[in-house]
């Protein structure tokens, strides 16, 4: 589908979350050529606070696809939990409507294949809501890469942690009939996008160990057990360490847990690339941002000053959410660069449905590698794909 460049867009939501609230809403108010139309959620709200809240345009509704059919949006926003994530955008997409959808964006590799294929075919502008891409210290660390700071790449060393699911159950996110994977799905996800995209190299093979912790009624540790084990029942993976080979025989060591004290409840993200002259790190939290480099004929670390971030220094022990994920009220916001993308009839944008593939292919391969205790390819995800497709 093709559509001549709008004055307005017109945005449908579905799942309205603190999400949708803090990253989407902020794209939303601050570009100047968007109306929110519909809201659909699980529960009946009072329409007053949701127009209050999401404009004097936004409907509310119960049902997505009734929602779809009756305001008849440009595009939809899905931000619900991760087994609705394929059903809602493949519905959206029936509908020639375009789509950003929350990461991961399906249960499986082979859900996620089937949306980025007909968002595709379709001509629609089909998005995976990977937002730490947009921020300014990660975009830095990739052009330093280009540029050879570190010279030929070997090594990847990356984590992605919080502490939200020491003692207790992270909702839904830990059922994994809801969200199939757990924390690899959850922050492991953006992990994987993170180094897709900072250094252009792809996943080549696996070997992962996922492992569950549960918890008494007192919230003491009661046994950590690997996901796959028979008492772990219904209960996700809650820390997932793995070992990747990446194109070009890039070794990486990854770790991502939300089982990871972090102290106020706050999220850090962590990835260092050591090359042949050189080396690269990046450290991102509540508490601001350190990019920082090691090249060779200098024995001292180069603090890098990245524009649009807040330094740790800076900060001065301060939290902050938005020293995390910097930008989120200008055109650098993804959600925004979406919104734009429709406006302007463009012709795709990043990260797009097939980035959420991809890293879906590499989740669907730790899970397999930690359940088999091997190391697995990608190339077997995507032949099951491929021969579940031919079915």
Not at 7 to 29: C, E, N, Q
Not at 157 to 171: D, E, I, K, Q, V
Not at 343 to 354: H, M, N, Q
């Amino acid at each position: 589908m093709s559509l001549d460049p709008l004055d307005t867009v017109r945005v449908g939501i579905v799942g309205p979350s603190w999400w949708v609230d803090y990253w989407h809403l902020a794209a939303l108010k601050t570009h100047p050529n968007v109306e929110v139309v519909g809201v659909s959620g699980g529960t009946e709200r009072d329409p007053e606070s949701v127009k209050a809240k999401y404009g004097d345009k936004a409907q509310y509704f119960t049902d997505y696809e009734v929602m779809m059919d009756s305001v008849r949006p440009d595009g939809v926003i899905v931000c619900t939990p991760n087994d609705l994530h394929h059903p809602v955008t493949m519905a959206a997409l029936a509908r020639d409507i375009h789509v950003t959808c929350e990461k991961p964006i399906a249960l499986n590799a082979k859900q996620a294949f089937e949306m980025a294929t007909i968002a595709e075919a379709n001509n629609l502008i089909g998005m995976s809501n990977f937002p730490y891409r947009d921020n300014p210290a990660v975009t830095a660390f990739r052009d330093l890469l280009e540029e050879g700071y570190v010279g030929d790449v070997l090594t990847v060393s990356g984590s992605y942690h919080g502490g939200f699911g020491l003692r207790r159950n992270p909702n839904w996110r830990s059922l994994k009939h809801r969200s199939g994977a757990g924390i690899l799905g959850d922050l492991g996800s953006h992990l994987i996008d993170l180094v897709r995209y900072i250094t252009g190299r792809e996943f080549v093979s696996v070997s992962g160990s996922m492992i569950t912790t549960l918890w008494d009624a007192e919230g003491e540790l009661e046994e950590i057990l690997p996901s796959d084990d028979p008492h772990v029942g219904e209960r996700n993976d809650d820390s997932c360490t793995f070992l990747a080979e990446l194109s070009d025989g890039v070794q990486a060591t990854l770790h991502t847990s939300w089982v990871a004290y972090q102290g106020a409840g706050i999220q850090q993200q962590e990835i260092e690339v050591y090359g042949t002259a050189g080396r690269l790190h990046l450290l991102v939290s509540h508490r601001g941002v350190t990019l920082r480099g090691l090249q060779q004929g200098n024995p001292h670390w180069e603090t890098i000053k990245v524009e649009g971030t807040v330094s740790v220094e800076e900060a001065g022990g301060t939290d902050n959410e938005d020293f995390f994920r910097p930008g989120r009220h200008s055109p650098t916001n993804s959600t925004y660069r979406w919104l734009e993308a429709i406006r302007t009839d463009k012709a795709e944008v990043s990260p797009s449905l097939w980035d959420g593939y991809f890293a879906q292919e590499v989740i669907d391969a730790v899970i397999l590698s930690s359940e088999e205790r091997r190391w697995v390819t990608i190339k077997e995800v995507s032949l099951m794909v491929e021969d579940e497709k031919e079915e």
